[in-house]
């Protein structure tokens, strides 16, 4: 698992040099549970920021990685998703003019997402004695469900990090699209949309909010049968 998870610590290391960035998770979810998911890191508009800085070895003691370990964080994150029953049409793109990197692939079912991530969240859970959830999304009886709990270790962690380090997070986000076959009822998230046309939610959350526990990404939605 370590090796899939070089290519997120990477991309979470560039946005240390960068107060403005989303994550963005879109997810298309068919009726019968299986789907599409893709996740953008996009920098975009720290771009000249970021560009200048990576030209140096590291900035405030942090490394700053090169064009290559992120290439190479992505390729080794491509060949671990493909051995995950599941899984398939893997791709990944990065965009060194706009610093946006993205991974996406096909799902068989949402137990197939909870499998890239389930390991490691329990290894963390064990050795920092953290309480992540580790079933991040579950889809039954037309009830599309992404939950998300959310541990105070968060927010220790965070105010241990320096005055300077912490604003890195005061312009950043985390924005998900979720676009289904069937019309959306109802959504458990107030922060949440529903799309005019009833296909897709949308949420879009500040990562301060979320670090400090003011707002939190569970959502249910339920469909139409």
Avoid: W
Wanted: some cysteine; aromatic content about 12%; overall charge positive.
């Amino acid at each position: 698992m370590k090796r899939f998870f070089n290519f997120f610590i990477i991309i979470v290391s560039l946005t240390q040099f960068s107060s403005c960035f989303e994550i963005l998770e879109e997810i298309k979810l068919n009726a019968d549970g299986s789907g599409e998911m893709l996740v953008t890191f996009n920098l975009s508009k720290s771009k000249s920021k970021i560009a200048s800085i990576m030209l140096l070895d590291s900035v405030n003691g942090y490394k700053v990685p090169s064009k290559e370990d992120i290439g190479l964080a992505l390729k080794e994150a491509k060949s671990h998703l493909k051995t995950i029953e599941g899984i398939s049409n893997i791709k990944t793109t990065s965009d060194f003019d706009n610093y946006i990197f993205t991974i996406s692939c096909d799902f068989s079912s949402t137990a197939n997402l909870d499998a890239v991530f389930k390991d490691l969240i329990s290894k963390h859970n064990k050795k920092s004695k953290t309480n992540f959830n580790t079933t991040n999304f579950s889809y039954s009886a037309n009830s599309f469900k992404r939950t998300f709990s959310y541990d105070e270790s968060v927010k220790r962690s965070f105010y241990k990090l320096k005055s300077e380090d912490r604003e890195i997070f005061d312009d950043a986000n985390y924005t998900s699209i979720y676009r289904f076959e069937n019309d959306v009822e109802q959504v458990s998230n107030s922060n949440a949309k529903v799309s005019p046309n009833k296909k897709a939610v949308f949420l879009k959350v500040d990562l301060m909010s979320l670090i400090l526990g003011e707002k939190n990404i569970t959502n249910s939605i339920q469909l139409s049968k």
